[in-house]
């Protein structure tokens, strides 16, 4: 249980860590050399490497939520 409750934590960190990122970008557009949009305000500002550690802690912890919750003890 206690990594099921560790795996959520994971996974909720973060869901809210891109939902964040989205969020700026849409309310601070930004251009990188041509580039518009999502992929834009991530090489503008720098924030790609956040991006990417966010996705895979939400990708890792949906992984240890699933496999604690159908795990056979």
Known sequence: MKRMFAGGLLFISGFIGVFALVILSVFKP??????DGFSGFLL?????????????????????????AYRKS
């Open 30 to 35: 930004w251009n990188y050399n041509g580039i």
């Open 44 to 68: 503008g500002t720098g924030t790609s490497w956040f991006f990417t550690l966010f996705c895979l802690m939400a990708v890792l912890g949906l992984v240890i939520c699933l496999i604690e």
